[in-house]
């Protein structure tokens, strides 16, 4: 079966199965030469492939407890996180932290280590996981944690399923008061008035901005930066107060074809960025907006990433040290700017302080680009390589499907520590993806 | 389980009837804490027919929706060797899944009320060399069905039987299935929870196999009996 990540690139012809116990698991994986897990693919590039065996964890998508006094949720490692908005959201219970789509597993959101809107206030997703129970080598399972076999908790968190296959953990979910979110949009007519508004704006529990990709010179980074706090019960107008979780099913659009690359011309982003920005730029003030659209604005259109046509597209997310990062950023975006191929989406955001041992995140500002697949579009993801060399950022493995080994090594020194840590646990022989063949990991 | 899942998700509380009931704790477990509802499990065997009193008797509540999807594939070529496999094929498909919606179906009557669900297969639609015996049995399924829904009709009981296709599940598991005719578990559930509602009578899941058998049952058997399909 042909397989690939969310961008559609690169499609590998890769085994899969899907185990539905444990003991099928365990069958699987010791019968062959290596594997990898793989959630629901939402990472975009080759992660989750290994072309001897990508083991599914789509049956293995059980609930097994949930502790109502501290919101601990004990589940298999194939749970969707859409799936426990939809169980516990109507019981007061939100994701602790939460990618910008619920179309993810628990499993994909430990190995990746995500991070949401709130990375400056809460951190990664490693902030709300208690325990993992996992799948080593020899078939045994182990359960890591904050004060059991540390070391294999913390490279398990952003370790890209390349430390075992996650069977079940436990996570903190936060209690909230209704399914709203108060939103308030700020316009900033540049980089540095975006970075500013970031900065007074850090008591905020969420914050993003979606940038102009398009914009150039004296325009260069123009964005809305978009704050969000849970909405409490008193904040609410009394038709939402009386059922506060209740939202409108929205209507789902898929998109049922590839659309033709020749759709995502120049011209056709420009325009889309033109009408966001001026949008946008009215609603300052604040507002109610309910979940789904607050965290999750793409799922409602399914299969969204067929717009970028047969050939795929790839997302360039890198994160940039604090200091370097206005530099960084603008070298960036100058580059895009002149390269002329606006990005549909731009997004960035704040990241906190981080203190963990492969995981992306870093305190600085992270920025992420996505490109249909070509030829002037890769020769330009080259160019930005060099800049996140240069500015000493790094780049998100969950994210890329293109960069080579010697660009990994340059951005993070922490990479060959991580080879010694797989190599000594016996890991290394038996976990592997493509995108880890790629990179020499 | 898929249709558990899916009738939870409508607030239905769940029984659940199995062999080795308590291996599907896990599974209570998870739909309880899913869809906030109660899950009880029960011990079932279709094969032990004189249990079937017992077991109804046993439920505690009568089930306002009851829907068997107790089937085995069996392995064709043994089923012709070997009659013992031929049996727990035919008894398996049809005189289990018959018998125990022929108790349910007393006990709907007596009460007046209830919806019976009887998964078959479209391979119960014509005999073919490759699968003939699980075939036969499901045909018998589905004509038993068809009789009991006749047989109820006006006494307030609704009887629906479900013709899928290719599903991905344990029973296909390893089995070369053409992708274009192979559908979720989840969407045979969206089906008959819809048609539960709609008290259709008779479904295929998914549609084109209405397509497929229509014309598959008006070759002639001259013509047929030479095919391999
Ligand atoms: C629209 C969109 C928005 C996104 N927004 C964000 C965002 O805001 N922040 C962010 O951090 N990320 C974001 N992502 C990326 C996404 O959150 C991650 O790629 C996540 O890992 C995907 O989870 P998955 O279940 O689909 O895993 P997959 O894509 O299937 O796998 C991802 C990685 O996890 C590993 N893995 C999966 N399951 C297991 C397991 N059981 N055991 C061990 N390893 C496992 C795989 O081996 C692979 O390395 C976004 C992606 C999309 C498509
Ligand atoms: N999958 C397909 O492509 C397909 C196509 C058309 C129709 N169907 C029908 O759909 C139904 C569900 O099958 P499935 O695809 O979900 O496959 P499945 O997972 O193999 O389910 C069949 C179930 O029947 C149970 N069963 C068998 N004999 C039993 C007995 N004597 N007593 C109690 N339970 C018994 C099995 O339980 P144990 O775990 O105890 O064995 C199993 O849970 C079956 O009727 C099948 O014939 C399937």
């Given at each position: 079966?042909?397989?690939?990540?969310?961008?559609?690139?690169?499609?590998?012809?890769?085994?899969?199965?899907?185990?539905?116990?444990?003991?099928?698991?365990?069958?699987?994986?010791?019968?062959?030469?290596?594997?990898?897990?793989?959630?629901?693919?939402?990472?975009?590039?080759?992660?989750?492939?290994?072309?001897?065996?990508?083991?599914?964890?789509?049956?293995?998508?059980?609930?097994?407890?949930?502790d109502q006094t501290s919101g601990q949720l004990v589940a298999e490692a194939g749970v969707l996180l859409g799936d426990i908005v939809a169980a516990f959201l109507p019981r007061g219970w939100f994701p602790m932290v939460t990618p910008g789509t619920k179309f993810v597993?628990?499993?994909?959101?430990?190995?990746?280590?995500?991070?949401?809107?709130?990375?400056?206030?809460?951190?990664?997703?490693?902030?709300?996981?208690?325990?993992?129970?996992?799948?080593?080598?020899?078939?045994?399972?182990?359960?890591?944690?904050?004060?059991?076999?540390?070391?294999?908790?913390?490279?398990?968190?952003?370790?890209?399923?390349?430390?075992?296959?996650?069977?079940?953990?436990?996570?903190?979910?936060?209690?909230?008061e209704s399914g709203w979110m108060r939103q308030r949009t700020i316009a900033a007519p540049n980089l540095s008035a975006a970075l500013e508004a970031f900065e007074v704006e850090k008591n905020a529990t969420y914050s993003v901005a979606w940038i102009d990709c398009c914009?150039?010179?004296?325009?260069?980074?123009?964005?809305?930066?978009?704050?969000?706090?849970?909405?409490?019960?008193?904040?609410?107008?009394?038709?939402?107060?009386?059922?506060?979780?209740?939202?409108?099913?929205?209507?789902?659009?898929?998109?049922?074809?590839?659309?033709?690359?020749?759709?995502?011309?120049?011209?056709?982003?420009?325009?889309?960025?033109?009408?966001?920005?001026?949008?946008?730029?009215?609603?300052?003030?604040?507002?109610?907006?309910?979940?789904?659209?607050?965290?999750?604005?793409?799922?409602?259109?399914?299969?969204?990433?067929?717009?970028?046509?047969?050939?795929?597209?790839?997302?360039?997310?890198?994160?940039?040290?604090?200091?370097?990062?206005?530099?960084?950023?603008?070298?960036?975006?100058?580059?895009?700017?002149?390269?002329?191929?606006?990005?549909?989406?731009?997004?960035?955001?704040?990241?906190?302080?981080?203190?963990?041992?492969?995981?992306?995140?870093?305190?600085?500002?992270?920025?992420?680009?996505?490109?249909?697949?070509?030829?002037?579009?890769?020769?330009?993801?080259?160019?930005?390589?060099?800049?996140?060399?240069?500015?000493?950022?790094?780049?998100?493995?969950?994210?890329?499907?293109?960069?080579?080994?010697?660009?990994?090594?340059?951005?993070?020194?922490?990479?060959?520590?991580?080879?010694?840590?797989?190599?000594?646990?016996?890991?290394?022989?038996?976990?592997?993806?493509?995108?880890?063949?790629?990179?020499?990991? | 389980?898929?249709?558990?899942?899916?009738?939870?998700?409508?607030?239905?509380?769940?029984?659940?009837?199995?062999?080795?009931?308590?291996?599907?704790?896990?599974?209570?477990?998870?739909?309880?804490?899913?869809?906030?509802?109660?899950?009880?499990?029960?011990?079932?065997?279709?094969?032990?027919?004189?249990?079937?009193?017992?077991?109804?008797?046993?439920?505690?509540?009568?089930?306002?929706?009851?829907?068997?999807?107790?089937?085995?594939?069996?392995?064709?070529?043994?089923?012709?060797?070997?009659?013992?496999?031929?049996?727990?094929?035919?008894?398996?498909?049809?005189?289990?899944?018959?018998?125990?919606?022929?108790?349910?179906?007393?006990?709907?009557?007596?009460?007046?009320?209830?919806?019976?669900?009887?998964?078959?297969?479209?391979?119960?639609?014509?005999?073919?060399?490759?699968?003939?015996?699980?075939?036969?049995?499901?045909?018998?399924?589905?004509?038993?069905?068809?009789?009991?829904?006749?047989?109820?009709?006006?006494?307030?009981?609704?009887?629906?039987?479900?013709?899928?296709?290719?599903?991905?599940?344990?029973?296909?598991?390893?089995?070369?299935?053409?992708?274009?005719?192979?559908?979720?578990?989840?969407?045979?559930?969206?089906?008959?929870?819809?048609?539960?509602?709609?008290?259709?009578?008779?479904?295929?899941?998914?549609?084109?196999?209405?397509?497929?058998?229509?014309?598959?049952?008006?070759?002639?058997?001259?013509?047929?009996?030479?095919?391999?399909?």
């Amino acid at each position: 079966m042909k397989l690939s990540g969310w961008g559609r690139y690169p499609l590998i012809e890769a085994s899969t199965y899907a185990p539905r116990s444990e003991d099928d698991l365990r069958d699987i994986l010791l019968s062959k030469k290596s594997v990898i897990a793989r959630g629901n693919g939402r990472a975009y590039g080759d992660s989750a492939i290994n072309a001897d065996a990508t083991l599914e964890t789509r049956c293995l998508n059980r609930m097994i407890s949930f502790d109502q006094t501290s919101g601990q949720l004990v589940a298999e490692a194939g749970v969707l996180l859409g799936d426990i908005v939809a169980a516990f959201l109507p019981r007061g219970w939100f994701p602790m932290v939460t990618p910008g789509t619920k179309f993810v597993t628990l499993g994909g959101a430990i190995a990746a280590d995500v991070h949401g809107k709130n990375h400056h206030k809460e951190g990664s997703f490693r902030t709300c996981v208690d325990w993992i129970d996992i799948m080593g080598s020899d078939g045994e399972v182990h359960r890591c944690s904050w004060d059991e076999d540390r070391d294999l908790f913390d490279y398990t968190l952003g370790g890209m399923g390349l430390t075992g296959v996650i069977l079940r953990a436990a996570i903190r979910l936060r209690s909230v008061e209704s399914g709203w979110m108060r939103q308030r949009t700020i316009a900033a007519p540049n980089l540095s008035a975006a970075l500013e508004a970031f900065e007074v704006e850090k008591n905020a529990t969420y914050s993003v901005a979606w940038i102009d990709c398009c914009a150039s010179n004296r325009n260069l980074g123009r964005s809305l930066v978009i704050l969000g706090e849970h909405a409490k019960l008193s904040e609410l107008p009394s038709s939402k107060a009386k059922e506060p979780f209740h939202k409108k099913t929205k209507w789902k659009i898929s998109i049922p074809f590839d659309f033709p690359s020749i759709f995502l011309n120049r011209f056709s982003v420009r325009a889309f960025n033109n009408i966001y920005y001026q949008s946008g730029a009215k609603k300052i003030d604040v507002r109610l907006v309910d979940w789904d659209s607050y965290f999750y604005p793409l799922d409602s259109v399914l299969n969204w990433n067929r717009i970028y046509g047969r050939k795929g597209f790839s997302q360039f997310q890198c994160v940039f040290p604090l200091e370097q990062s206005e530099a960084g950023l603008t070298a960036i975006l100058e580059e895009v700017a002149s390269a002329g191929c606006g990005s549909f989406l731009a997004v960035l955001k704040r990241f906190g302080p981080q203190d963990s041992s492969f995981s992306f995140p870093m305190e600085g500002y992270t920025l992420a680009l996505d490109f249909p697949i070509n030829d002037k579009t890769l020769r330009l993801a080259e160019k930005l390589d060099q800049i996140v060399i240069d500015f000493k950022g790094r780049f998100y493995l969950a994210k890329d499907s293109r960069i080579s080994a010697q660009t990994l090594r340059a951005t993070d020194v922490r990479a060959d520590k991580f080879c010694s840590v797989r190599n000594a646990r016996g890991l290394s022989t038996r976990f592997a993806s493509a995108q880890a063949d790629r990179l020499v990991l | 389980m898929a249709v558990a899942h899916k009738l939870a998700s409508m607030g239905h509380p769940i029984q659940l009837a199995a062999r080795g009931a308590n291996s599907l704790l896990a599974d209570k477990t998870n739909i309880e804490l899913r869809y906030n509802v109660t899950v009880t499990l029960h011990e079932f065997d279709a094969l032990a027919l004189d249990t079937h009193d017992a077991f109804v008797a046993g439920l505690g509540e009568l089930p306002q929706i009851a829907v068997c999807a107790v089937g085995l594939l069996g392995d064709q070529y043994q089923a012709e060797q070997d009659v013992q496999v031929a049996s727990l094929i035919v008894r398996s498909n049809f005189e289990g899944p018959a018998s125990i919606l022929g108790v349910l179906a007393n006990h709907f009557e007596k009460r007046g009320s209830g919806i019976l669900v009887g998964i078959s297969s479209v391979a119960g639609e014509r005999g073919r060399a490759t699968n003939y015996v699980y075939g036969s049995a499901k045909a018998g399924f589905t004509a038993f069905l068809s009789g009991l829904r006749n047989r109820l009709a006006r006494k307030g009981i609704h009887v629906l039987t479900v013709l899928p296709g290719f599903v991905a599940t344990r029973m296909t598991e390893g089995l070369d299935l053409p992708a274009t005719l192979t559908t979720q578990p989840s969407r045979v559930a969206e089906a008959i929870a819809h048609a539960c509602k709609r008290k259709k009578n008779v479904i295929y899941v998914g549609r084109v196999w209405w397509l497929i058998t229509f014309v598959i049952r008006r070759i002639p058997e001259a013509l047929f009996k030479r095919l391999r399909i």
